[in-house]
């Protein structure tokens, strides 16, 4: 599953001139350093002020734009994610376009029975057992928290189970800097120690500031830990559009990026250089209902213009695709699972979490995993562009078959197709009449996404991991839970 | 079966699902020369790797030309083993004689079938688009055809299909002929509402219907 060629679409979307990024560049700016904002870590703050940035009488920290620009020089431009075994896994950085799970969503559809229930430390496993086997899930996010265990050190067992059933990359979420270090603990025993570590990182640490422009404690705590560990971090807000950041499309993504961008000086002051990830989610808040949304158009829009800024700015970046607000895997999930990720592989956008999600991250299918793995299939062959050398123009074909003939027996047909480019070939969508059809059993794509997650659950898992190591890490973990550093249950 | 002979006959099943007629000639010979029976290089041979390719399509594995160049493979491996088979042998699954009716010049579909059931051992008489009742029935004599398959795309053409029936019976040949009838939008029951004997959704459905038939 290593080391295999990244997908970057030949086919790209841009909308934003340069005259309109910089505009919302410099409106960044002037939030970082007009406005400020709250950073609740005494040793980040005397870092950000060392890094230039001034902490004023109301408490707020401001930042000038030269030390975000140094950050920015500092930070690089791309960076690798390897897997379990040590091998390249994800060049994250241009247009390169990579896609995996989101993490702890409360409530499963469960694959056997189809009830909506409480998540399990076992959709854990499945969500890992299910992204291993299908070639265009390339990282495992958790998927789902597990509701039945004591809360303390929960991240480190799901850690814990995410390794232990797939070998791709993993992106991870802490409670804190307690419980992240024994995490990397556990890495940096897989990879051999911590500076193999650092060399190959085995995972992404995805943090959230609070918006608007608060930097809690335990956020710039683990932010500054994966500086120190060469641990790569996505420091991505999550402001709600209309509620926590203005309304507007523009407004929204110029606080999003001057959250995020502290979060890079503070990162690139302590270890320049550090795998470093950008970002801003897309959240909307529907002013009826007061939902939040996942799937909002405007969210869409907000998603577009991030992306955008990401690549103007040489930094790799934080999407999203292959979620839903729908409630149901129904052509509601698949029309909203298409237009996101459809979007993000158009961006070239890096490191795409969140497939599975539905109902605005509270509930997830292992269907709607399978289904954007084919849809993304089918994407791939779309964006890859059209060859066009003689052999492809074919002039000489469409002499040789002549007005009335036809293509089927020539050559060139035979050829295109088992060593050209081919033709792309559905695993799950329809093609069959309706006779074969009905013959087959009639099956909608719902039913056929549910019998191939059965199979890839009843098939063989991915290689175990060494009984050494899975003792020390359990030994880690168990010390972590025993901890009284840890939170007691709330 | 010795081991070489064994051999041999797999080397032309891979020949003819590889599509390339060179070795499926060689391959034949050798079998010839290495004294296997004909008719075991017919069955076990050249039609168990076209049922085999037939399957693989199925299944999605190989594509529509790969079967062609399949089928073409096997008929140069066939023109070699003809003179060494029994009268009795299947040396043809018949003859059948099809076309687009009159009045539609859509062709693809019916070349298709064709194709496929020449690649099933068909004699196929293609009489090409716009063709008359008249011509269907006159062929139908003249290759004393045991099948003649009919296509329409239009439903404005689909009654030339029960005509050139009413016209077979007018010559007293319809109880000599087997008549297949398909095209997008030709169904079963209006196969049967005409007296056809058989329709298909497709072409590989076709070459199973018309082995049914014939």
């Known amino acids: 599953m290593s080391d295999v060629a990244p997908f970057t679409p030949a086919v790209r979307l841009s909308h934003l001139g340069d005259d309109v990024k910089t505009r919302i560049f410099e409106a960044a700016l002037r939030v970082l350093a007009d406005v400020g904002a709250s950073v609740q870590h005494d040793e980040a703050v005397r870092l950000l002020q060392k890094a230039g940035c001034s902490l004023d009488s109301d408490g707020l920290v401001r930042v000038p734009r030269p030390a975000v620009e140094r950050a920015l020089s500092s930070a690089p431009n791309a960076f690798t994610?390897?897997?379990?075994?040590?091998?390249?896994?994800?060049?994250?950085?241009?247009?390169?376009?990579?896609?995996?799970?989101?993490?702890?969503?409360?409530?499963?559809?469960?694959?056997?029975?189809?009830?909506?229930?409480?998540?399990?430390?076992?959709?854990?496993?499945?969500?890992?057992?299910?992204?291993?086997?299908?070639?265009?899930?390339?990282?495992?996010?958790?998927?789902?928290?597990?509701?039945?265990?004591?809360p303390r050190g929960v991240y480190a067992v799901t850690f814990l189970t995410m390794m232990?059933?797939?070998?791709?990359?993993?992106?991870?979420?802490?409670?804190?800097?307690?419980?992240?270090?024994?995490?990397?603990?556990?890495?940096?025993?897989?990879?051999?120690?911590?500076?193999?570590l650092r060399e190959r990182p085995y995972f992404l640490a995805y943090v959230e500031p609070v918006s608007p422009l608060s930097h809690p404690a335990e956020s710039v705590a683990k932010l500054l830990l994966c500086a120190d560990a060469g641990v790569p971090v996505a420091y991505v807000p999550a402001p709600l559009l209309g509620a926590t950041s203005p309304v507007s499309s523009a407004g929204h993504v110029v606080q999003g990026m001057a959250e995020c961008l502290l979060g890079l000086v503070l990162h690139q002051h302590r270890a320049p250089g550090a795998p470093f990830?950008?970002?801003?989610?897309?959240?909307?808040?529907?002013?009826?209902?007061?939902?939040?949304?996942?799937?909002?158009?405007?969210?869409?829009?907000?998603?577009?213009?991030?992306?955008?800024?990401?690549?103007?700015?040489?930094?790799?970046n934080w999407g999203i695709s292959g979620c839903t607000d729908s409630q149901a895997i129904d052509a509601q999930l698949g029309l909203e699972v298409g237009e996101l990720t459809l979007l993000s592989m158009l961006l070239g956008s890096n490191l795409n979490h969140d497939v599975g999600f539905m109902g605005f991250g509270l509930t997830g299918a292992l269907e709607e995993i399978v289904i954007t793995d084919e849809f993304v299939s089918m994407n791939k062959k779309l964006l890859s562009g059209i060859p066009v050398q003689d052999e492809d123009l074919a002039v000489n074909v469409i002499a040789e078959v002549g007005p009335k003939g036809h293509y089927l027996r020539h050559p060139h047909t035979r050829r295109y197709l088992r060593?050209?480019?081919?033709?792309?070939?559905?695993?799950?969508?329809?093609?069959?009449?309706?006779?074969?059809?009905?013959?087959?059993?009639?099956l909608d794509l719902r039913e056929k996404a549910r019998r191939k997650v059965q199979a890839i659950l009843e098939s063989e898992g991915p290689p175990t991991l060494d009984p050494v190591l899975l003792a020390l890490a359990e030994e880690r973990v168990a010390a972590l839970k025993a901890s009284p550093k840890v939170g007691s249950p709330s | 079966m010795s081991t070489t002979r064994h051999a041999i006959i797999e080397e032309i099943i891979e020949a003819v699902v590889e599509g390339e007629p060179e070795p499926v000639i060689a391959g034949v010979r050798r079998a010839l020369e290495a004294g296997v029976d004909p008719e075991t290089v017919l069955n076990d041979g050249l039609t168990a790797a076209m049922t085999s390719v037939g399957d693989m399509l199925d299944r999605g594995e190989v594509f529509i030309p790969d079967v062609l160049w399949s089928a073409e493979a096997m008929q140069e491996g066939l023109a070699l083993l003809l003179p060494h088979l029994s009268e009795g042998a299947s040396r043809s699954a018949g003859t059948v004689v099809l076309g687009t009716v009159q009045g539609d010049v859509h062709d693809i579909g019916k070349n298709f079938v064709g194709l496929m059931l020449s690649g099933a051992g068909f004699e196929v008489v293609d009489l090409g688009h716009d063709v008359t009742a008249e011509a269907f029935v006159e062929a139908v004599a003249e290759h004393g055809a045991g099948l003649l398959g009919m296509s329409a795309m239009l439903t404005t053409t689909m009654p030339v299909m029960s005509r050139t029936l009413q016209l077979l019976e007018a010559r007293s040949l319809r109880s000599g002929v087997r008549v297949l009838v398909g095209g997008a939008p030709v169904t079963q029951s209006y196969a049967d509402k005409i007296g056809a004997d058989g329709w298909a959704i497709d072409a590989t459905k076709a070459v199973a219907v018309a082995k049914e038939l014939v």
């Open chain 1, 419 to 442: 060593k050209g480019p081919g033709q792309w070939r559905p695993r799950l969508l329809n093609r069959d009449n309706r006779d074969r059809w009905v013959e087959c059993g009639g």
């Open chain 1, 164 to 196: 232990r059933n797939c070998t791709k990359p993993l992106v991870i979420v802490a409670e804190s800097e307690i419980d992240l270090g024994v995490i990397i603990d556990v890495a940096a025993d897989v990879r051999g120690g911590r500076d193999q």
């Open chain 1, 277 to 316: 990830m950008f970002g801003v989610n897309q959240g909307t808040l529907d002013m009826v209902s007061g939902q939040p949304s996942y799937a909002a158009v405007e969210g869409f829009m907000n998603y577009l213009t991030v992306v955008e800024m990401a690549k103007w700015l040489g930094l790799p």
């Open chain 1, 81 to 150: 994610l390897y897997d379990r075994d040590g091998a390249a896994a994800m060049e994250l950085g241009g247009h390169n376009v990579y896609f995996g799970t989101g993490s702890d969503l409360m409530w499963q559809y469960d694959p056997h029975t189809g009830e909506h229930r409480p998540s399990r430390l076992d959709d854990i496993a499945r969500v890992a057992r299910v992204c291993e086997a299908l070639p265009n899930m390339d990282f495992v996010m958790s998927g789902a928290y597990p509701t039945e265990l004591d």
